[in-house]
């Protein structure tokens, strides 16, 4: 599933993000950002410890199952996460657009360089043929059940995309079972072909899995088992039988969760 050398591209990824949590550590962060740009602290700040969000200067609200960002155009490049409930920030983000709330701030749980998930919509990346376009990393999760997950981990120098449903649907033995599709790509002459695919049966003790959902480290490995395997092969990625795209027959042949694969899928069902 991930090798040494996709373990040590995930950690890269990571630590561009440079991730600053903790308490301390992002209030002393946003104390620094307004310092660097000559900004004064608002008073929600000082008061409560909650940063303003601004109805005029371009700040918005980037929101996707895990990670709900607030983006401000003076603090540019800088992301900076909150834990308000996804269900009332949907309410919020449109009372925010009609212009019905004047004043309105968020405790920060994190700042980042970079975000998961969450450009261009509001439910988490969707998928597109151009292939360059798949984000490095992208979490899907069930508005009804938290836990029903689907990640896609994208290692562009390898032209390798990696789907798994990571949720507890199936325990054997003291192990949870999940499903994963490997996908090796390549690019001719502008279009994308399928060169190598599979599905594997990843086997997870209780341990491995809990810590792996916690955590939201994709390099955390499971024993696995191949189902089927195809290779050395050029199959272009908008191929079609009897009306269906086949990527999306092959992992709708294997993720249960068809409301998050649906979703997923909307941007490439519409083209056709």
Avoid at 16 to 26: A, H
Avoid at 43 to 54: K, M, Q
Avoid at 137 to 146: A, G, H, K, M, Q
Avoid at 177 to 186: C, E
Wanted: proline share 1%; with cysteine.
């Amino acid at each position: 599933m991930f090798d040494e050398e996709d373990s040590k591209f995930i950690e890269e990824f990571l630590k561009e993000m440079n991730i600053i949590e903790g308490k301390e550590n992002v209030r002393n962060e946003i104390i620094k950002l307004h310092k660097e740009r000559s900004l004064d602290l608002d008073n929600e700040f000082i008061s409560n410890n909650l940063l303003s969000l601004s109805m005029d200067d371009s700040s918005c609200l980037s929101l996707g199952y895990e990670n709900y960002y607030i983006i401000f155009e003076k603090f540019n490049g800088k992301h900076f996460r909150i834990a308000t409930p996804i269900g009332l920030l949907f309410h919020i983000k449109e009372l925010l657009k009609d212009n019905y709330i004047s004043n309105i701030a968020f405790k920060i749980e994190s700042i980042s360089d970079r975000a998961i998930s969450m450009e261009g919509t509001e439910v988490g990346e969707r998928l597109s043929f151009n292939l360059t376009e798949v984000p490095t990393v992208t979490r899907l999760y069930s508005e009804r059940c938290y836990s029903d997950q689907f990640w896609i981990t994208h290692d562009k120098r390898k032209s390798s995309i990696v789907f798994e449903e990571v949720s507890i649907k199936d325990i054997d033995n003291n192990s949870v079972i999940t499903d994963l599709v490997h996908m090796i790509y390549f690019e001719e002459n502008g279009q994308f072909y399928i060169s190598h695919l599979d599905h594997e049966k990843i086997y997870y003790s209780i341990e491995e899995f809990e810590k792996k959902e916690t955590t939201k480290n994709p390099r955390i490995k499971g024993k696995k088992e191949k189902t089927f395997k195809i290779d050395n092969s050029k199959i272009p990625i908008n191929f079609m039988c009897n009306g269906e795209f086949f990527i999306c027959r092959v992992l709708d042949s294997f993720i249960s969760n068809k409301e998050l694969l649906n979703e997923y899928f909307e941007n490439i069902t519409q083209q056709d």
